[in-house]
C-alpha cells in the first residue's frame, strides 16, 4: 500500500501536518486559553488593530486544519507567513531563544522555513487536495 511513496514524499506530509497541527494548536490556545478579548488586548497592546486578532485565529485554526488536511497546502502556506512574520516581529525584541521571557524568535523563525518547504513541496502523499465548490477559483500553481 505505501510502497508507490518515496521517502521525500513520506517527509513532505510529516511536514505538512507538524506545520498544520502546530497552527491549529496555537489558534486553539488563543480561542479557549487566552480567549478571543484576551488575545485581542495582548495584539492591542502591541499597537496592532483588534481585527488582526480575530484574522491570527481564523487563519491559524482553518489554515490549521486545512493543512492537515492537505487542502491547498500552497496556498495556505503562503497565506500563513504573514501571521509567522507577525509572530517573529512580536518576539523579536525578546532575544533568540523561545525559551526567553516572552518568547525569543527561534521558534517564529523556524515555522517560517517550515512554511517555506510547504510552499516548495505541496500537499504530498495522504492529501485531500481540494474542494470541489472553491477549486474553480484556486489558481492552477496552487493545486499541487
Given at each position: 500500500m505505501f510502497t508507490n511513496f518515496t521517502k521525500?514524499?513520506?517527509?513532505?506530509?510529516?511536514?505538512?501536518?507538524a506545520l498544520g497541527g502546530l497552527l491549529l494548536s496555537h489558534g486553539l490556545i488563543?480561542?479557549?486559553?487566552?480567549?478571543?478579548?484576551g488575545t485581542v488586548g495582548f495584539f492591542e497592546s502591541l499597537g496592532l488593530p483588534a481585527i488582526t486578532a480575530y484574522l491570527t485565529i481564523f487563519g491559524e485554526i482553518a489554515g490549521g486544519i486545512s493543512l492537515i488536511l492537505g487542502v491547498y497546502s500552497r496556498l495556505v502556506a503562503i497565506l500563513s507567513l504573514p501571521i509567522l512574520i507577525g509572530a517573529l516581529w512580536a518576539h523579536s525584541s525578546n532575544g533568540w531563544l523561545f525559551s526567553n521571557n516572552g518568547g525569543g524568535w527561534e521558534f517564529p523563525l523556524f515555522l517560517i522555513v517550515i512554511t517555506f518547504a510547504v510552499i516548495i513541496s505541496g500537499d504530498g502523499p495522504f492529501a485531500l487536495r481540494k474542494v470541489p465548490f472553491i477549486d474553480q477559483y484556486i489558481p492552477q500553481i496552487f493545486k499541487a
Open positions: 521525500n514524499d513520506y517527509s513532505t506530509v510529516i511536514t505538512r501536518i488563543k480561542l479557549f486559553v487566552f480567549t478571543v478579548q
